[in-house]
């Protein structure tokens, strides 16, 4: 066999192993775009994950998951969501509130998308209906917004004797304006005063609970706001501290240290979202998907944050919590 001949069969035969791996089918990757921060989401990623393994998916097996955290800065997402899309993601999976969602759809309308969103996604333009999504995208919504006027009324049950309640609000939300508007809309029903207060970043936080002693507040509402998850530990140590009950919207905050809380159930919402993506990658159209509505709302009481306060729970309001924590 002459040299050239030689050369030319060990280059092919050592070439075999590269030729083979190229030929294997890669897995596919799911894009997933949060407003928080990974720690904030420990829980809620691992239901997710759930949901993927119950149609087939296993991360790390037949499955990857490219993560991409904004931390709270709504700013982040528009950059986040063109770095996933370089990933060549399957399907897209945003979550934290709805500026993810627009994020995730500006960035590639045509990669399938399972959103988490706090309102109405027909008003929203995400979809045409909730049976029948009929576009690239469908997924969850909270009803974080409809849920107001319970938190409201489970604040003034718990602190009869507070007069003065706040709102704490972030105006940098999309749905701030919604949100504030359905809350002042809750707190008039049942004739109760309410003040808007903003809080958008660090010293806003700050500035925020100097103006709940400047004005009196001796109740307050936290609405809906990734960048409010967040700072969960500092919102509930200046409520503590300044000895004023607060409601949440998430379990976390009562768990947390905080009075109460009342709203969906982030384990069950972020299982649906791992099962739907799940379907897509099986074949599914995010069209024919019908968008799922929050049903299971926990209510959450923190009795020995009760006590520091000196409030009595009603028994019947703890005869109707989900958990009640001593």
């Known amino acids: 066999m002459k040299r050239r001949e030689f050369i030319s069969v060990i280059g092919g035969a050592a070439a075999w192993p590269l030729a083979a791996h190229a030929q294997q ?9 949060s407003s928080l921060s990974a720690a904030a989401l420990n829980g809620p990623v691992a239901a997710f994950r759930q949901g993927l393994a119950s149609t087939g998916y296993e991360e790390g097996k037949n499955v990857a998951i490219e993560f991409r955290w904004a931390d ?15 990933q060549r993601p399957a399907v897209m999976v945003a979550v934290g509130g709805d500026p993810p969602t627009f ?3 500006a960035a590639a309308a045509s990669i399938p998308l399972v959103f988490m969103v706090g309102q109405d996604p027909v008003k929203l333009g995400l979809v045409t209906s ?39 609000i972030n105006p940098k939300n999309a749905d701030a304006e919604v949100q504030a508007s359905a809350v002042k809309t809750a707190a008039n029903a049942i004739g109760q005063r309410i003040e808007i207060i903003n809080a958008g970043s660090d010293p806003d936080l700050e500035n925020a609970f100097g103006q709940f002693a400047q004005r009196n507040i001796d109740g307050f509402l936290v609405l809906a706001d990734p960048f409010f998850v967040d700072r969960r530990q500092r919102i509930i140590a200046e409520a ?5 009950p607060g409601v949440y919207f998430l379990r976390e905050f009562a768990v947390s240290g905080g009075l109460a809380s009342y709203g969906t159930s982030l384990a069950d919402a972020y299982l649906q979202a791992g099962i739907y993506a799940g379907k897509i990658l099986s074949g599914a159209k995010p069209a024919e998907l019908p968008v799922v509505q929050a049903a299971k709302f926990q209510l959450v009481i923190n009795l020995k944050t009760a006590k520091a306060l000196n409030l009595v729970v009603p028994d019947r309001l703890q005869a109707l919590a989900d958990e009640v924590i001593e």
Do not use: C, M, W
């Open 25 to 33: 089918p890669s897995v596919p990757v799911i894009g997933f775009l």
């Open 103 to 105: 994020a995730a759809k």
């Open 72 to 86: 709270g800065h709504y700013d982040r997402l528009p950059a986040l969501a063109a770095e996933l899309v370089q």
């Open 240 to 244: 503590a501290q300044r000895r004023i």
């Open 130 to 168: 909730l049976s029948r999504p009929g576009g690239n995208a469908t997924g969850i919504n909270l009803l974080v917004t409809e849920t107001e006027s319970k938190r409201i009324e489970l604040l003034q049950q718990l602190a009869p004797r507070a007069s003065n309640f706040a709102a704490l």
